[in-house]
């Protein structure tokens, strides 16, 4: 059974810098399109960054310039390193996968919508 667990969250304060990563296990595929997704109290989930797998990346408005998303195929680990870090980045982060075949980045996300999904790790930023 696949399944991808993130680490890596934590307390912090504003304008230091955390990284979060994400292992898969099981059968895996560098050809899926990942991606790191959050949800703070109250709100919606939102798409954060995605990664396809040509290496594309695609960012959040609230996060260009501050985060950055990578892979290790080899290591089956995908990774979120956050910079600059501010209060209203506080949320839980998930890592997910958009399994379809030829799914590319865009808005943060992937085309076809995530279908696998991490517990998340909850990323706190004081200020």
């Known amino acids: 059974q696949v399944q991808v667990v993130e680490s890596g969250g934590g307390l912090v304060q504003a304008g230091e810098s955390l990284r979060l990563s994400c292992t898969a296990s099981g059968y895996t595929d560098s050809s899926y399109c990942m991606g790191w997704f959050r949800q703070a109290p109250g709100k919606e989930r939102e798409g954060v960054a995605a990664?396809?797998?040509?290496?594309?990346?695609s960012y959040a408005d609230s996060v260009k310039g501050r985060f950055t998303i990578s892979k290790d195929n080899a290591k089956d680990t995908l990774y979120l390193q956050m910079n600059s870090l501010k209060p209203e980045d506080t949320a839980m982060y998930y890592c997910?996968?958009?399994?379809?075949?030829?799914?590319?980045?865009?808005?943060?996300?992937?085309?076809?919508?995530?279908?696998?999904w991490g517990k998340g790790t909850l990323v706190t930023i004081s200020s």
């Open positions: 990664i396809d797998s040509d290496g594309s990346t």
């Open positions: 997910a996968a958009d399994r379809t075949l030829g799914s590319t980045v865009v808005a943060g996300t992937c085309y076809y919508g995530m279908d696998l």
